[in-house]
């Protein structure tokens, strides 16, 4: 039987409880320039510059602040990826280092699933301008499912997951940059489930602890099961441990909710997880019992000095937050999809929340500080 723990005693725990800071928004990507812009994705540089990369037909775009996320550029093309994978989070992803920015999305020439390879761009000028794309996965179209995940390393390297078909079965696969994302040579199977594949259209996700260690999660199927699991890695990706389940229930399901959830690793590199199981999201500690947060989905977190912000969608599709020591979410948005959260690398400086605007004649993509 599932243990359900109230989050706001699970909260008080382990630290004290503070109310949750007003939080102003901000119009970060305009319906007027860009009325098909999609799935947003940001990274935070150590320099506490933020960089946010959307979709929009079959280009990507990024834009960039460079003042704590007051005001953002013109967004400029990264690049184009034939046929792009874009929607139920597929799309581009970014990660941010001292010295580059990389971007990867999943296209081709035909696309929908026939020629589809993973491609990065990269920048050593601020995303100013764009070399590249490089195929990140060796063999050709094995990422046609078009879902991945980017991060960046305390080291400065980059390691990119997705969920690969190579062998007709959706296996888990990463590959790291070392120099920027310029090459990408050190392609591993991270996971291949007993059963054939892991859950087919969820993403899997990727983070880093201060230390250096890497975190990778993905939904699994398991004897009719579509549970989240973690695998972990001290040697930047070359080996990893057991897969391990995350929470006590299970989820019972014939088929794929497209919901993979996020985590992040606090400044003792502890790593928080969020999921959806059903219609309920959950906070998870691994090795620990799920806490519920109420019903939603679309789960993603990000690390800062105090602690792992919490994103998610809600009721009725308002975009909600959790910060580090609050006790109740807030509301970022009343009506919002595809919300992200990222911080820099170590949890030091700004936190950045972005999402696609869902009312009619509103701005398309929308962003809020949540730290600095």
């Not at 037909?57 to 967004?75: I, K, L, R």
């Not at 939904?219 to 070359?238: A, T």
Request: hydrophobic share 40%.
């Amino acid at each position: 039987m599932c243990r359900r723990v109230f989050i706001m005693a699970a909260i008080a725990l382990v630290s004290p409880i503070r109310p949750a800071p007003a939080v102003d928004t901000v119009a970060v990507v305009g319906k007027a320039a860009f009325p098909k812009a999609r799935q947003p994705q940001v990274a935070v540089d150590p320099a506490g510059r933020i960089y946010l990369v959307f979709g929009s037909g079959n280009s990507v775009y990024c834009t960039t602040s460079n003042d704590q996320g007051a005001s953002f550029s013109e967004p400029s093309k990264v690049g184009d990826a034939g046929v792009l994978a874009l929607g139920m989070r597929r799309g581009p992803r970014v990660a941010a280092s001292e010295k580059a920015i990389v971007v990867t999305a999943v296209g081709g020439t035909l696309g929908h699933g026939k020629d589809v390879n993973l491609l990065a761009w990269r920048s050593e000028d601020r995303g100013r301008t764009w070399l590249g794309p490089v195929q990140i996965n060796t063999v050709a179209s094995s990422a046609r499912e078009g879902l991945h995940h980017l991060a960046a390393a305390p080291d400065g390297s980059f390691y990119c997951v997705w969920l690969d078909l190579r062998e007709k079965k959706t296996q888990v696969y990463g590959n790291r940059s070392t120099d920027g994302g310029r090459t990408w040579g050190d392609e591993r199977l991270i996971y291949r489930s007993p059963d054939g594949s892991v859950c087919q259209c969820c993403q899997p996700q990727v983070a880093f602890g201060p230390d250096g260690v890497l975190h990778v999660m993905w939904r699994n199927s398991l004897s009719g099961d579509r549970d989240m699991y973690l695998s972990n890695s001290k040697d930047n990706g070359r080996t990893f441990d057991a897969a391990a389940k995350l929470g006590d229930g299970t989820w019972p399901l014939d088929a794929c909710p497209m919901d993979g959830g996020g985590l992040a690793c606090d400044a003792a590199g502890r790593v928080t997880t969020i999921w959806r199981r059903d219609r309920e999201i959950f906070r998870c500690v691994p090795g620990r019992p799920e806490v519920s947060l109420g019903e939603g989905g679309q789960g993603w977190a990000a690390a800062e000095r105090e602690g792992i912000y919490l994103i998610w969608t809600g009721r009725r599709g308002s975009v909600m937050v959790l910060p580090p020591n609050v006790s109740e979410p807030t509301q970022l948005d009343a009506v919002g999809t595809n919300p992200v959260v990222a911080g820099a690398v170590g949890g030091k400086g700004i936190v950045f929340a972005a999402w696609e605007q869902s009312e009619a004649g509103a701005d398309r993509i929308r962003g809020a500080v949540l730290s600095r």
